[in-house]
């Protein structure tokens, strides 16, 4: 695949694989589904959703992110570490792609 045809990925993209994940569990889940049955993912799933909202590029998607893990109340780090933790391995997966 040429460097050209690597698609691009955006922060909003991310966000809504997220969501689109999460949605795809919760209606396999059926009745049985909660939100307090995995916390963390909960929390994921937030952020996503506010990411949708963000207008921001790569470096500051990652600013942003990098801010949430070091706020000092720490609610949204676990999210934010995972949602990091996942961009930079979609980013990594893209340069592979692209090499």
């Known amino acids: 695949?040429?460097?050209s045809d690597v698609p691009i990925l955006t922060p909003h993209d991310?966000?809504?694989r997220i969501l689109r994940e999460?949605?795809?569990r919760r209606q396999a889940a059926g009745?049985?589904?909660s939100?307090?049955?995995n916390p963390d993912q909960a929390r994921l799933v937030a952020l996503a959703a506010m990411v949708t909202r963000w207008?921001?590029?790569e470096a500051q998607f990652e600013a942003k992110?990098?801010?949430l893990i070091?706020?000092?109340s720490g609610v949204a780090s676990t999210a934010a570490m995972r949602m990091l933790q996942l961009w930079l391995a979609a980013k990594a997966q893209r340069t592979e792609t692209a090499g």
Do not use: C, K
């Open 1 to 3: 695949m040429a460097r």
């Open 14 to 16: 991310l966000a809504a």
């Open 22 to 24: 999460h949605d795809e």
């Open 31 to 33: 009745d049985g589904w």
């Open 35 to 37: 939100w307090d049955d």
């Open 55 to 57: 207008n921001v590029d």
């Open 65 to 67: 992110l990098r801010r």
């Open 70 to 72: 070091r706020m000092p």
